[in-house]
């Protein structure tokens, strides 16, 4: 089945600092990418959608100056966390849909961050 | 707003036993996925439902849609402890997750 990566798997920052996840679609173009949040014993919160070549569309509630999400290309999407603090501290998984295959949606192994 | 609410929440089950999670959501979507999750891991799709009374079964887990009652269902039969996991489901068209249901099967 298609595979989507995510890398760094875990990071530790210090507070103030930015840290930058990367999520690849390894064997299909993804024209949509989308970025979650999960803590601990909760449900994933979408943050936002990625569109290749245009600007991600924030959920309400997600600070688009401190969650910088980029989609250059149709294998590629970052997030950057952003002066991060202690309270960002979670569970960050991409997903992204194979328009060869609708309706699709595979997740990356996920990016745990813990901010110090 | 779209609202995906699963029951129960947690779900402590005795191996052999069959048991059923239920999915309500508030729009018209007729499209749904359930997916399982392991602690410390990403997500495993398990099953997408396309269409009104779509019903699909994989081993011990079966998942149906009933789209005018905005309700999934995802049956477990004869569980085992490797069925023991986080299970969600989550509107296709805007991937909104239920709460998740936390399962657990007891020898």
């Known amino acids: 089945g298609a595979v989507v990566s995510q890398h760094p798997s875990r990071v530790i920052c210090k507070s103030g600092t930015s840290v930058k996840i990367e999520c690849r679609s390894l064997d299909f173009q993804a024209t949509t990418m989308f970025w979650y949040r999960q803590f601990p014993k909760q449900s994933l919160m979408l943050m936002a959608t990625?569109?290749?070549?245009?600007?991600?569309?924030?959920e309400q509630g997600v600070e688009k100056d401190k969650f910088l999400i980029n989609h250059a290309s149709l294998t590629l999407s970052t997030l950057t966390v952003t002066s991060a603090h202690p309270e960002d501290s979670s569970f960050y998984i991409c997903?992204?849909?194979?328009?060869?295959?609708?309706?699709?949606?595979?997740f990356g192994p996920g990016t745990r961050l813990t901010v110090t | 707003e779209l609202k995906v609410e699963q029951n129960p929440l947690f779900l402590s089950m005795q191996e052999g036993k069959n048991y059923t999670i239920y999915c309500n959501y508030s729009?018209?979507?007729?499209?749904l996925y359930w997916y399982r999750q392991d602690p410390g891991k990403s997500l495993e799709s398990l099953f997408v439902?396309?269409?009104?009374?779509a019903v699909k079964q994989e081993g011990r887990l079966m998942a149906s849609l009933d789209t005018k009652a905005r309700l999934s269902t995802l049956h477990i039969t004869a569980a085992v402890h490797d069925l023991s996991a986080t299970y969600f489901c989550a509107v296709v068209d805007d991937m909104r997750f239920g709460a998740g249901t936390r399962l657990t099967v007891k020898p």
């Open positions: 990625s569109n290749e070549g245009s600007k991600a569309t924030y």
């Open positions: 997903s992204a849909r194979d328009p060869g295959r609708t309706y699709e949606q595979y």
């Open positions: 439902l396309l269409s009104n009374g």
């Open positions: 729009t018209t979507s007729d499209r």
